[in-house]
């Protein structure tokens, strides 16, 4: 069994191309980099969070031609979700560090962006998931809860492990390196003064906060019942015997009043424009 990913990188994300912004974003894929890496023979796995951003049939369907020329009689696709204002907060670290986030979510300096009708193209998991059965079979599309109480082993590695069938015993260490509170206000407020997100890391790198951005507990719950309806169907479809709208209802991890306003920031704007100037 192989895993496949460009060189150099980890997953394979760059499986997915990103053109255009906001309401008019497209993903499309890259299917030379498909075709050069799949193994000529025996299994493979590809693993890239883009892939679910893909929302147009036809660009699913290529990936479906394109494995089925190279032999592959048998695709299972793996989808982990996690609950929408949990991912949405999580994004904003994408939308600092990569312009494709920035792109498709806008510049509002907060914890959530602001919400624009086109974000349900990504948010709202029951029809985005029903693309992926029409290309590959329902059959074929497997869906797991992003919560450590579902997981096997309480990870997604050992939970993947498990549904492929690997018998290997690794110690999964977290890869992703966490950006604090202040961090990220000050890298969403770089990148809404169109500063070039490949500077924004050395910039914020030694800002220290003790706190992890946090939107008020309303705005979680007013963010969450816009996929009401999604969700609903999601449980319906993925697990019809637990909560019914698919995820858990407990916001307590929320507090009552957000930490995502500049006017939060302990350190200086002023300083941060010190540092934009060349040395």
Known sequence: MSYCHPV???????LVNVLGKGADTRWTL?????????????DCIISAERLFWLDD?????????????????RVKIVAYLRRQDLLAVSFRKT????Q????????????????QP???????????????????GAENVLVRRYDKKDLVGGDTVTDFFSLA???????????????????LLVGM????????????????????????????????????QRFTASNALLARKYDPAGLPGYFDDDFSRFPEQGNDSLSTLTISLDEIEKRLKPA
């Open 8 to 14: 150099g990188k980890i997953n394979s994300n760059a």
């Open 30 to 42: 890259n299917p030379l980099i498909l075709k050069k890496r799949i193994p000529a023979e025996g």
């Open 57 to 73: 049939p036809a660009e699913i369907g290529r990936i479906a031609k394109i494995l089925r020329r190279r032999g592959f009689d």
């Open 95 to 98: 939308t600092v560090a990569t």
């Open 100 to 115: 494709v986030g920035r792109r498709f979510f806008g510049d509002r300096i907060g914890a959530f962006p602001e919400y």
């Open 118 to 136: 086109h974000m349900d193209r990504y948010f709202c998991y029951a029809e985005k998931l029903q693309l992926w059965e029409d290309v590959f």
């Open 165 to 183: 069938g690997i018998d290997a015993k690794i110690a999964v260490k977290e890869q992703n390196t966490k950006w604090n509170r202040s961090q």
């Open 189 to 224: 407020w770089l990148q809404a003064r169109n500063h070039d997100c490949k500077d924004v890391p050395r910039i914020i790198a030694d800002i220290e906060d003790d706190q992890q951005l946090m939107p008020s507990r309303s705005e979680a719950i007013a963010f969450m």
